[in-house]
């Protein structure tokens, strides 16, 4: 597509639900990103893809949080046994060139757990 | 571990007038890149302007530029001649590439709201 577009835009659910969160980037890009944005804080690095493998999960918070990127294509962020503490925006980017390149982001899928 | 400080939460700005944003970061590191990214109501993050610490020159796109200060590891941003369109949430980020392959993630600042009063 011409953009990163992530689905759903906003998502309203109890805690202790699952949830999935998917992002479909920019054809081509290998490398996708997913952030987490609090309110009132910057995005901050959950996980990095490059192709099918996930390169670097150092920024997922604990292992209720999973993602998954089987074709090296769209991607998934799972959430298990969500808490309040989980609301945020979710945030995808991806990059089509070298580690230097820019990152596009999506409009992020906000969530909000009751 | 990389930080980046945004010590002013708001400002504003009258049309047509310009304004500084302020960002400072710390890093151990010789050669990283510096960005800084707006967001609208919409979420979506977009490009303003990215520095390669390596450059001495300050880098400028159209309205907006950057004071690179690499010694005092500042990096402020300056938008001039502001239009009602600026009004957003900016952003600034540290990225470092310690060699090619290597995961380059984003570390952002708070985010400082701008406000432009027509």
């Known amino acids: 597509g011409a953009g990163v577009s992530q689905t759903p835009s906003n998502k309203v659910t109890e805690k202790g639900k699952y949830v999935e969160l998917r992002c479909d980037p920019i054809s081509g890009h290998t490398a996708l990103y997913w952030y987490r944005q609090s309110l009132g804080q910057g995005p901050e690095f959950l996980i990095y893809f490059q192709g099918t493998g996930a390169a670097d999960d150092s920024g997922l918070p604990n292992d209720r949080f999973f993602a998954v990127r089987p074709e090296g294509s769209v991607s998934t962020l799972k959430i298990q046994r969500t808490e309040r503490g989980d609301s945020a925006v979710y945030l995808c980017a991806s990059r089509g060139g070298p580690n230097t390149g820019e990152l596009f982001f999506g409009e992020g899928s906000r969530l909000t757990v009751l | 571990a990389q930080t980046v400080t945004q010590s002013q939460p708001e400002m504003s700005v009258q049309e047509a007038e310009t304004v500084t944003l302020s960002c400072t970061y710390d890093?151990?590191?010789?050669?990283?890149?510096l960005f800084w990214y707006k967001q609208p109501p919409s979420r979506q993050m977009i490009l303003v302007i990215r520095q390669e610490a390596y450059k001495q020159q300050n880098a400028t796109e159209n309205r907006f530029s950057v004071n690179f200060q690499k010694a005092a590891k500042s990096f402020s941003l300056k938008i001039s001649d502001s239009q009602l369109g600026d009004a957003a949430m900016y952003f600034c980020a540290y990225k470092w590439v310690p060699y090619t392959g290597a995961n380059s993630k984003l570390t952002f600042g708070k985010g400082i709201t701008l406000s432009v009063r027509p």
């Open positions: 890093t151990s590191e010789s050669d990283y890149y």
